[in-house]
């Protein structure tokens, strides 16, 4: 499957759920692995609405990596 198939499928995937550390909160991000092979990112505000970003298990494990080494802190 490739990047735009997989975007199309994660618009329609079922198992979404957010982040731990929203603490019930409304402006968090929500995450699907329903999709074999990839990860989607929706705001949870927006839920159904929201714009989907789509990633492959090593991207996503790239970009928690970036995350937790302060790559993006500004």
Do not use: Y
């Not at 929706?42 to 937790?68: M, V």
């Amino acid at each position: 499957m490739n990047h735009h198939q997989a975007h199309q499928a994660l618009h329609h995937a079922d198992g979404w759920r957010k982040s731990s550390h929203s603490q019930g909160a409304d402006s968090c991000v929500e995450i699907t692995t329903a999709i074999p092979g990839w990860v989607g990112v929706r705001d949870s505000k927006l839920a159904n609405h929201s714009p989907i970003l789509a990633f492959t298990h090593d991207e996503w494990r790239a970009l928690l990596a970036g995350a937790q080494a302060g790559e993006f802190n500004i």
